[in-house]
């Protein structure tokens, strides 16, 4: 009985993570690496498992550390553990993954004051026990993932006419291969595509409002 | 009796987060230890096929005051060195090769933050080719009265390429001599 009870709970907020408590499109949490990198599918999938494991870790740590984290020192404490992980994840990236290292670039450090993760941290695992942490991170880490893949499909496909995957071409458009809409590669078009996307979930009736 | 429990309350944060900060530090140095060596050698690596792209010939070179010096059978057989200059959205780095004349044999655009789809082009060969065969007085761009055609849209990226390899070119020919 007790253990149906913990299986629900992990599988709720596992779940809340995808849609519900989605970080992008409705805690709106990490979106400025969100534009960086959803100008390609390689380098959002890149990002959102750098941000899964830096997720999964600190969760796990600051969990099992939060019973003894005095109060006063709580932030500096989640941030050096977070960016202790991204640390590691650049070393690694940077010997074994050198082209993906190479496109991130700064957002990679970056992903240290990405808001998600301190936002999990401090609302989430210093408070519950480690498995619900576990869950909780692997909830917001595959949303991330899934709305970094949402966004970088029409922002790679308009905006080079072309769609890779670990460095393999799925496919070419013929007409935009060769005029593709550079906008939506850079900038304006980041914020154009999030924008329409945010709309279209609220129409959708997927959100639930606050 | 409070006043006690506030004090061991601030040693404690302070010996929390110094304990956290320590571990933190031996743990990214274990990683460190293990991922430099495979770093230093694929910056070595690209060096090397980078400088293979520009020198066919090369079987050795040496790297020595910010030079590198190619080598086909013990005979010197060219020059390359790194340019940086400022563009339009940030560094660029280029690598210059020369033969042993100090005529242009190749450059090659490394890094560069350019604006993709313009700037960006400075990479591609149809901008870098122009540079072969031509000696540093030569290299401006055509409106400067020079032999370089900037890549359209883009005259302050291409600019930048111009002016850096030149400047490097004259700095470094003068330091080999």
Known sequence: ??????????????????IISNPVFILALGLCPTLAVTSS?????????GVIFVLLCSNIIISSMRKIIPETVRIPVFIVVIATFVTILSLVFQAYLPPLYESLGIYLALIVVNCIILGRAEAFASKKSVLLSISDA?????????????????REILGTGSLSVVGRILFKL????????????????????????????????????E | ???????????????????????????????????????????????????????PQMDTYNY??????????DKEI???FLANGKGYGGEINILVGLDKDFIVKRVIVVSNTETPGLGSKITESSFTDQFTGLS??????????????????????????????????????????
């Not at chain 1, 692997?138 to 029409?154: D, K, N, V």
């Not at chain 2, 020595?64 to 059978?73: F, K, L, P």
């Not at chain 2, 007085?137 to 002016?163: M, P, Q």
Request: aromatic share 8%; charged share 20%.
């Open chain 2, 1 to 55: 009796m409070k006043f006690k429990n506030i004090l061991s309350n601030k040693i404690y944060a302070v010996v929390f987060l110094t304990a956290v900060v320590l571990i933190s530090v031996s743990l990214l140095m274990a990683v460190n230890n293990v991922t430099a060596p495979k770093v230093k050698a694929q910056q070595e690596d690209k060096i090397k096929s980078l400088l293979s792209g520009i020198f």
């Open chain 2, 64 to 73: 020595e005051d910010e030079i590198y010096t190619v080598y086909q059978d």
């Open chain 1, 1 to 18: 009985m007790q253990n149906e009870k913990i299986g629900k709970r992990f599988w709720k907020e596992f779940a809340k993570g995808i």
């Open chain 1, 138 to 154: 692997l909830g917001a880490g595959i949303g991330f993932t899934l709305a970094l893949i949402i966004i970088s499909l029409p």
């Open chain 2, 136 to 177: 540093a007085g030569d290299i401006f761009l055509k409106k400067n009265g020079g032999k370089i055609d900037a890549v359209t849209g883009a005259t302050i990226s291409s600019d930048a390429v111009a002016e850096a390899v030149r400047n490097a070119m004259l700095k470094k020919i003068d330091a080999v001599k």
């Open chain 2, 78 to 80: 060219g020059y390359a």
């Open chain 1, 41 to 49: 599918l390689d380098n959002a999938l890149g990002m959102s498992a």
């Open chain 1, 174 to 209: 013929p007409v935009l291969f060769e005029n593709p809409m550079a906008i939506f590669i850079l900038p304006p078009g980041a914020f154009l595509v999030i924008g329409l996307l945010l709309a279209l979930f609220r129409w959708l009736g997927v959100v639930k409002n």
